[in-house]
């Protein structure tokens, strides 16, 4: 008995000098990184969701736009055509009165002139009230903002008035009586947007971002204002002016309200109103109206692809600087 007690207890002891496992722990790095990993995928996953619901609209819209008018109206619906039907392009740009050619042109026109025109009256008066010092400069630039809160709609009268009652148009006499204006005609549809708010807001903050010595330098040149603005401040605040013609040229080509009010004559409406041909009393082509819109959206899509990455500097470089 005494020899097994010294036996065990030799044991014993030889255990006790071994070292003991070590238990192996995640250190606060490891748990640091993984922590900023799983954030990370979490989200872009939630950026992929966000995309998918943003883009899901646009799916479908091609897709019904490749299915036939029996498929389009199923219950439930097919999220895809059974057998695309790429004629209905073709029918589509054939099927208005007078053609979807002629709504495309209409918009392109109204488009490019109303913002042609929003830009130099924006890009004039931003200088103005960048760079010119004259009496009342804030005042006048605080209620140039302040029509920014005027809603459209609440506009909508007074513009057809005006566009009405413009002397020496349309028939009118001197005091604007007699005659149609404006009415019906491609000026009347561009004229009461030729001036943007926004526009001035924007340009103006950039051109105030710009040095005041390049100013100077150029004065000593003999170059004026014109020159100045033209040669100088233009191509150094390119993204401002870009996302000022982007936006300018989407609002025109989306226009709907106003040219259904201001114009009559299928001629001259643009394609916001070619695609109301597709819905008539006894329902709606949405086939063929679903490949009017695509062909309407790719023009605006392609024009954003181009200046995106000026679009974005712009917004970010001189929208919040004061």
């Known amino acids: 008995m005494a020899i097994q007690s010294i036996a065990r207890d030799q044991r014993d002891s030889t255990d006790s000098s071994k070292p ?3 238990t192996s722990t995640p250190s606060s790095d490891e748990l640091g990184r993984w922590r900023r990993r799983a954030g990370r995928v979490i989200l872009y996953l939630l950026l992929a969701a ?3 619901i943003m883009l899901f609209p646009f799916f479908w819209m091609v897709s019904s736009s490749l299915k036939t008018f029996q498929e389009v109206n199923l219950s439930p619906p ?3 055509p059974a057998d695309p039907q790429w ?3 073709a029918d589509a740009w054939t099927a208005p009165p007078s ?9 392109l ?3 490019v002139v109303g913002t042609s025109l929003q830009l130099f009256t924006g890009l004039t008066a931003a200088y103005a009230f960048a760079r ?10 605080v209620i140039v903002l302040a029509t920014m809160m005027i809603p459209f709609e609440a506009k909508i009268v007074p513009n057809y008035v005006l566009i009405r009652q413009i002397p020496l148009t349309g028939g009118n006499d001197l005091l604007g009586a007699g005659g149609s204006g404006l009415y019906d005609t491609y000026a009347g549809m561009i004229l009461p947007g030729v001036a943007s708010a926004f526009a001035i807001f924007l340009l103006r903050q950039a051109f105030m971002a710009i040095p005041r010595d390049y100013w100077d330098a150029v004065r000593m040149d003999g170059a004026s204002h014109w020159t100045f603005l033209w040669r100088v401040l233009i191509p150094m605040t390119m993204p401002a002016v870009l996302t000022v013609v982007l936006f300018g040229f989407l609002a025109r080509w989306n226009e709907l309200l106003w040219p259904l009010i201001a114009t009559q004559s299928e001629s001259i409406r643009p394609v916001q109103l070619g695609l109301m041909s597709f819905s008539g009393d006894e329902g709606s082509l949405y086939h063929l109206l679903m490949a009017a819109t695509t062909l309407v959206a790719i023009p605006g899509i392609i024009f954003f692809l181009f200046v995106q990455r000026r679009f974005i500097e ?9």
């Not at 712009?314 to 004061?322: D, E, M, R, S, Y």
């Open 20 to 22: 003991a496992a070590r």
């Open 50 to 52: 966000g995309a998918a």
């Open 78 to 80: 097919t999220l895809f």
């Open 87 to 89: 004629s209905n392009y």
């Open 99 to 107: 053609g979807f050619a002629r709504y495309f042109l209409n918009s």
């Open 109 to 111: 026109l109204v488009a």
């Open 132 to 141: 010119m010092k004259f009496r009342f400069n804030n005042l006048l630039f």
């Open 314 to 322: 712009g917004l970010t470089a001189f929208g919040v600087k004061g």
